[in-house]
């Protein structure tokens, strides 16, 4: 195992502990980045302060725990943490209660939605009691037209777009850890929402039904149409959409008389377009309908998109993240730099207070609001799809057959690495295997292809990426090399001080391929100098300079000695 040390006392192979006055005086002058992911210095600065406000925060609702716990468990801590110990507390009083007690909340299925959630992510079996009662109340709530809202009082009769998104996401995460949801869950909240889409492509408040999917639309209530509302209708179609098997990988359609071309999210055919995940489980009427309500609600954000609202503002953007992670799930597109996340990360980071903590519009002491925050930054929907089936299983994957032929265009899928061309596919296991291994054939296959295996599909954290570190420090030249140019690939910020290690490797290979990682993970494409074909000085000039930029944005570091 690879060893670290705090601070700027040891900077790589040969750097002494008095460089740290002249790295902090350097680090002055470096430019910000150039856009955002979730492991972007920019981004995790604004994580660490958040953290440490919800650490100390006082939110007393059972979502509002659920919500804050879920974003420490995001963040890599166990159950041992206060945060989600607390919060597994709330869950289990909440769970031993009868359900006319627990309904008798206005705002019951958001409590419990997020509660399910937070218990479906944190350990099936362990709470699958808990999971078990609380999944039963919300098939209990949802109305007879399909949608979830207020129990009781003026809106009774009516569903509820911000409502039922939440009951359709926790649904969703249920059906994908294997509980008890069935179909006509899906079916039911799908039929509502297409029935309640807007002309305009919009969602509304209260949904006004047409009463059938072969009706005109019906208007809703323009004065609260808004984006969230847009966000949470559109993301519960994709949702539902892919709970029922609707959503494949698609072509571009042609001109029709429908409108223009779309990513095809939906495949309208009678036989199962994807035989892996089972048949379809929605009628040709209620498939056609939820397509061209995707299509329209994706015309409508293009052309009403902004990062900022005026009210509501991080419930709109973590909803704004679950719909455009389930869009790029269906169309089988993700972009790395996103525009839509740059304009969100760039509204937080004017909006963050000196605390850490945003503004309290969800009520509480703002706890809430900065839990949806630190959700958008985390990209946490879409590390739910990338992930989720690897830890629904409590770890187990099924064995595999050696790395798939094809490394490049892989994603992970329903816990096993699959290359979307031939099908071929491996585990993460396979893979620790043989970067442990390099007698193994598939070290070799790795080492003479770095480039093109999509390592970015392994998880954060895990054992594939410790077993790459140490390459980094103990493995032959090719292997070295090879480990950099994986982590690179991940684009995390805790692979930095690896690469400022790797500059100074006695191989200019791999120098050179920690520089090339240190340039694509920072986004400062043109680098601190050092030439393909580096000299001592020159690795050491680039390792200070790196070294120097890393210290600005994470103080408390650790590098390598």
Same mark, same amino acid.
């Given at each position: $195992?690879?060893?670290?040390?705090?601070?700027?006392?040891?900077?790589?192979?040969?750097?002494?502990?008095?460089?740290?006055?002249?790295?902090?005086?350097?680090?002055?002058?470096?430019?910000?980045?150039?856009?955002?992911?979730?492991?972007?210095?920019?981004?995790?600065?604004?994580?660490?302060?958040?953290?440490?406000?919800?650490?100390? &925060?006082?939110?007393?609702?059972?979502?509002?725990?659920?919500?804050?716990?879920?974003?420490?468990?995001?963040?890599?801590?166990?159950?041992?943490?206060?945060?989600?110990?607390?919060?597994?507390?709330?869950?289990?009083?909440?769970?031993?209660?009868?359900?006319?007690?627990?309904?008798?909340?206005?705002?019951?299925?958001?409590?419990?939605?997020?509660?399910?959630?937070?218990?479906?992510?944190?350990?099936?079996?362990?709470?699958?009691?808990?999971?078990?009662?609380?999944?039963?109340?919300?098939?209990?709530?949802?109305?007879?037209?399909?949608?979830? &809202?207020?129990?009781?009082?003026?809106?009774?009769?009516?569903?509820?777009?911000?409502?039922?998104?939440?009951?359709?996401?926790?649904?969703?995460?249920?059906?994908?850890?294997?509980?008890?949801?069935?179909?006509?869950?899906?079916?039911?909240?799908?039929?509502?929402?297409?029935?309640?889409?807007?002309?305009?492509?919009?969602?509304?408040?209260?949904?006004?039904?047409?009463?059938?999917?072969?009706?005109?639309?019906?208007?809703?209530?323009?004065?609260?149409?808004?984006?969230?509302?847009?966000?949470?209708?559109?993301?519960?179609?994709?949702?539902?959409?892919?709970?029922?098997?609707?959503?494949?990988?698609?072509?571009?359609?042609?001109?029709?008389?429908?409108?223009?071309?779309?990513?095809?999210?939906?495949?309208?055919?009678?036989?199962?377009?994807?035989?892996?995940?089972?048949?379809?489980?929605?009628?040709?009427?209620?498939?056609?309908?939820?397509?061209?309500?995707?299509?329209?609600?994706?015309?409508?954000?293009?052309?009403?998109?902004?990062?900022?609202?005026?009210?509501?503002?991080?419930?709109?953007?973590?909803?704004?993240?679950?719909?455009?992670?389930?869009?790029?799930?269906?169309?089988?597109?993700?972009?790395?730099?996103?525009?839509?996340?740059?304009?969100?990360?760039?509204?937080? $980071?004017?909006?963050?207070?000196?605390?850490?903590?945003?503004?309290?519009?969800?009520?509480?002491?703002?706890?809430?609001?900065?839990?949806?925050?630190?959700?958008?930054?985390?990209?946490?929907?879409?590390?739910?799809?990338?992930?989720?089936?690897?830890?629904?299983?409590?770890?187990?994957?099924?064995? &595999?057959?050696?790395?798939?032929?094809?490394?490049?265009?892989?994603?992970?899928?329903?816990?096993?690495?699959?290359?979307?061309?031939?099908?071929?596919?491996?585990?993460?296991?396979?893979?620790?295997?043989?970067?442990?291994?390099?007698?193994?054939?598939?070290?070799?296959?790795? $080492?003479?292809?770095?480039?093109?295996?999509?390592?970015?599909?392994?998880?954060?954290?895990?054992?594939?990426?410790?077993?790459?570190?140490?390459?980094?420090?103990?493995?032959?030249?090719?292997?070295?090399? $090879?480990?950099?140019?994986?982590?690179?690939?991940?684009?995390?910020?805790?692979?930095?001080?690896?690469?400022?290690?790797?500059?100074?490797?006695?191989?200019? &290979?791999?120098?050179?391929?920690?520089?090339?990682?240190?340039?694509?993970?920072?986004?400062?494409?043109?680098?601190?100098?050092?030439?393909?074909?580096?000299?001592?000085?020159?690795?050491?000039?680039?390792?200070?300079?790196?070294?120097?930029?890393?210290?600005?944005?994470?103080?408390?570091?650790?590098?390598?000695?």
């Amino acid at each position: $195992m690879y060893e670290k040390s705090a601070g700027c006392a040891f900077l790589g192979r040969w750097f002494p502990a008095s460089l740290s006055v002249l790295v902090l005086c350097q680090a002055c002058s470096l430019p910000d980045a150039l856009a955002y992911t979730p492991s972007n210095p920019e981004v995790t600065q604004m994580l660490d302060k958040a953290m440490v406000f919800l650490a100390a &925060g006082s939110e007393s609702r059972l979502g509002g725990k659920c919500a804050v716990a879920t974003v420490f468990l995001k963040h890599g801590h166990d159950a041992t943490h206060p945060k989600i110990k607390e919060a597994v507390e709330a869950c289990r009083e909440t769970a031993q209660k009868s359900f006319d007690e627990v309904a008798r909340e206005d705002i019951v299925v958001y409590q419990i939605a997020l509660a399910l959630i937070f218990l479906t992510e944190l350990d099936t079996k362990q709470y699958h009691s808990e999971i078990d009662t609380i999944l039963g109340w919300l098939r209990r709530l949802q109305k007879e037209h399909g949608g979830w &809202g207020y129990p009781s009082g003026k809106h009774a009769q009516t569903g509820d777009t911000s409502q039922t998104q939440y009951a359709v996401l926790s649904c969703w995460i249920a059906k994908q850890a294997k509980q008890n949801v069935p179909k006509e869950v899906f079916l039911g909240v799908l039929g509502w929402l297409v029935r309640t889409q807007d002309p305009s492509g919009c969602w509304g408040y209260q949904g006004i039904d047409s009463g059938s999917l072969d009706a005109d639309r019906v208007p809703q209530d323009r004065d609260k149409n808004s984006l969230s509302l847009a966000a949470a209708g559109l993301g519960s179609v994709y949702m539902c959409a892919d709970a029922l098997n609707m959503t494949v990988t698609g072509r571009v359609e042609e001109e029709s008389a429908e409108g223009p071309k779309l990513p095809a999210a939906l495949k309208l055919v009678e036989e199962n377009p994807n035989p892996t995940r089972g048949a379809v489980q929605a009628g040709p009427g209620l498939a056609k309908a939820a397509k061209i309500a995707m299509r329209d609600g994706n015309q409508w954000f293009e052309k009403n998109f902004s990062a900022a609202t005026d009210r509501y503002q991080y419930y709109y953007l973590y909803a704004l993240e679950r719909y455009q992670s389930f869009r790029e799930l269906a169309e089988q597109q993700s972009e790395a730099e996103p525009a839509w996340y740059n304009a969100g990360v760039k509204q937080l $980071m004017d909006t963050q207070q000196e605390n850490g903590a945003w503004p309290a519009e969800c009520g509480g002491d703002g706890s809430v609001d900065t839990a949806l925050a630190c959700l958008f930054l985390k990209r946490s929907t879409k590390t739910t799809i990338d992930e989720g089936s690897l830890q629904f299983d409590g770890g187990r994957l099924s064995g &595999g057959r050696g790395l798939p032929k094809k490394l490049n265009n892989v994603r992970i899928r329903k816990g096993k690495i699959v290359n979307v061309e031939d099908e071929s596919s491996t585990t993460v296991e396979d893979v620790v295997g043989a970067l442990n291994d390099p007698t193994n054939p598939d070290f070799q296959k790795l $080492m003479e292809n770095p480039e093109q295996f999509a390592w970015d599909s392994i998880p954060a954290g895990g054992r594939a990426v410790e077993a790459l570190r140490r390459l980094v420090k103990e493995g032959a030249p090719d292997a070295r090399r $090879m480990a950099i140019i994986a982590l690179g690939k991940r684009r995390d910020l805790d692979n930095l001080p690896a690469f400022i290690y790797g500059l100074s490797d006695p191989d200019s &290979g791999v120098s050179v391929a920690a520089r090339d990682a240190l340039r694509f993970v920072s986004r400062r494409f043109d680098g601190f100098g050092m030439p393909d074909e580096p000299q001592t000085a020159d690795k050491r000039d680039a390792a200070q300079a790196w070294t120097a930029w890393l210290v600005k944005i994470r103080p408390d570091a650790e590098l390598w000695e």
